[in-house]
Every structure is written in structure tokens, then in C-alpha cells.
């Protein structure tokens, strides 16, 4: 627990030019007698690309410290533009307002500051030199980043821990990951072990339905199922045969009528032309050829 505690910061004389001083009204909260003085200190960043150029605009001891609320007015001076890279005079930076105790760090309070010229055609094009006395500085105090260290104060007691406690009684309990291990090692035996019973019942249940299906169907019927062919495909050969038959007599039946056909027109022409005066109806039949 921190025994000073900052309660709010204003910023007084802002947006102001580049060159007035910087103002500050800071106000915090002492929980406890202190024995030395607070140490406040604004530093202005003058690049972001290198700590070389940060400046410590100015610093100041307060104490001693009643306990309770507290108020003071912290004035600082503008930075030096000789530190400062001409190339980033102009555009946003940063300031840092710090509070130590005892040369440790307890807080630290960042804000942005846009630096510009007062009017719009010199930001359009502003000169290659930097006109000091047409530059404007504006903090952007409603968005500042605050930062809290914890830090020993005139107390051991106060002091935050560097180690973590000893722990005698932990030695005595079992690694977790050992632990871990074994039960890890028993579950899959245990998935193993089911695995292997749940494969040896399904194939006991197939040997089952393999043997009802032996029972059923059985020697006798496959000799029946063999019979039934056989004799099916000596039937097909009669019913063949047969019916190969059936069209050989109907063939010869038509070929007699058709015989019969003519033999009747040939006889109907013979009973009226036959010069010797046969019968209609009877065949004449010349010497040296049978009648069939």
C-alpha cells in the first residue's frame, strides 16, 4: 500500500506559448508521518527516436509532509531549443511529471504536447528555420497516463517482496506432473482394456450369426438347393425340346396344307382340262413316275 497517494493534477496556463513556463497544480493524500521530502520532477522528451535529448526542466523538494490532503503549485521552465532537433521542434511530444521518495520512483503522470504555429498558412509551409515566437505548445491534459510503482517507504514492513515466501511444507507434496502422469497412464490402460473387450464381443457375435446361418441352412439343403437346379435344367431342356418339336409339326402342317393347296388348285385345273376323261379330284399320273 502506497503511503502518498496522488489525487489529481491540473494543468494552469494552457494552451500557451512555446517559450512560457509550465504550471502545474498537484494535489495528493499522505496516509503517514514521512521523514523525508518529496522529490517532483518534469522532464521534456525532445525526440522519440533517442533519450539523448530528453531535458529535466526542473525539479523541486516538498516537505515536510503533513498527514492528509495536500496542495502545491509546480512551476517548471520551457525546454531549450539548442537540445532540441530542429526537425522536431514542431509536431507532438511527450512530458513526464514524476514523484520519488528516498530516490525511488512512486509515480509517474505522461502527457502529450502538440507543438504548432499559430496560424494555418505556416503549418501549411512552415519555414525551413522555426519561428520561436509564432509556435504554440497545447497539452493534451484530459487524457494523461498514469503510472504507480510500488516502493519501500521508512518501514520494512513497507517494503514490497523481493522473493516469495519460503514454503518448507511444499517439498512434501507430490509433483503435480507425476501425478499427472500416472493418472494419465491409467486411463489409457483402462481405454485399452475396454477396447479389446468391446472388439472380442463383436466377433463373438459374429461367429454366432455364422453358425446360426450353417444350422439353417445345412448340408441336406445345399444337396436339395443342387437337385432343384439340376432338375430345373433338365426341364428347361424337355420344355426346349418339346416346344422345338411342336414347331417342327407345325412347320410340316403348313407345309401339307400348302401341298394340299395346290393339289387342289392343280386338281380343279386337271378335272377340266384332263383330256381322258378322269374325275375331278383324281391325280393323272404319267408312265415311269410315282405318286407319293
Not at 523525508?36 to 526542473?58: F, I, M, N, P, R
Not at 503533513?66 to 512530458?95: Q, W, Y
Amino acid at each position: 500500500m502506497s503511503v502518498v497517494s496522488l489525487l489529481g493534477v491540473n494543468v494552469l496556463n494552457n494552451p500557451a506559448s512555446f517559450s512560457s513556463p509550465y504550471e502545474f497544480e498537484i494535489t495528493f493524500e499522505c496516509l503517514e508521518q514521512l521523514q523525508k521530502d518529496l522529490e517532483w520532477k518534469l522532464t521534456y522528451v525532445g525526440s522519440a527516436t533517442s533519450s539523448e535529448h530528453d531535458q529535466e526542466l526542473d525539479s523541486l523538494l516538498v516537505g515536510p509532509i503533513p498527514v492528509g490532503v495536500n496542495k502545491f503549485v509546480f512551476e517548471a521552465d520551457p525546454p531549450d531549443l539548442k537540445r532540441i532537433p530542429a526537425s522536431d521542434i514542431l509536431g507532438v511530444t511527450v512530458i513526464l511529471l514524476t514523484c520519488s521518495y528516498d530516490g525511488r520512483e512512486f509515480v509517474r503522470v505522461g502527457y502529450y504536447v502538440n507543438n504548432e504555429y499559430d496560424s494555418e498558412e505556416l503549418n501549411a509551409e512552415p519555414p525551413a528555420k522555426p519561428i520561436l515566437e509564432r509556435v504554440k505548445r497545447n497539452v493534451l491534459a484530459e487524457k494523461p497516463r498514469v503510472t504507480r510503482f510500488t516502493i519501500k517507504w521508512d518501514t520494512e514492513e513497507s517494503a514490497p517482496a523481493e522473493f516469495p515466501p519460503d514454503q518448507p511444507e511444499a517439498d512434501l507434496v507430490e509433483e503435480d506432473g507425476t501425478a499427472y502422469g500416472i493418472e494419465e497412464e491409467e486411463e489409457e490402460e483402462l481405454a485399452e482394456e475396454g477396447e479389446g473387450a468391446a472388439e472380442a464381443e463383436k466377433a463373438g457375435d459374429e461367429d454366432a450369426e455364422m453358425g446360426g446361418a450353417d444350422d439353417t441352412a445345412g448340408p441336406n439343403s445345399a444337396k436339395a438347393r443342387e437337385d432343384g437346379d439340376e432338375g430345373s435344367d433338365a426341364g428347361s431342356e424337355d420344355l426346349e425340346a418339346e416346344s422345338s418339336g411342336s414347331d417342327e409339326d407345325e412347320v410340316e402342317d403348313e407345309e401339307g396344307d400348302v401341298e394340299g393347296d395346290e393339289d387342289v388348285e392343280m386338281g380343279d385345273d386337271a378335272g377340266t382340262k384332263a383330256p381322258n376323261g378322269t374325275a375331278d379330284g383324281e391325280q393323272a399320273t404319267q408312265p415311269g413316275i410315282k405318286a407319293h
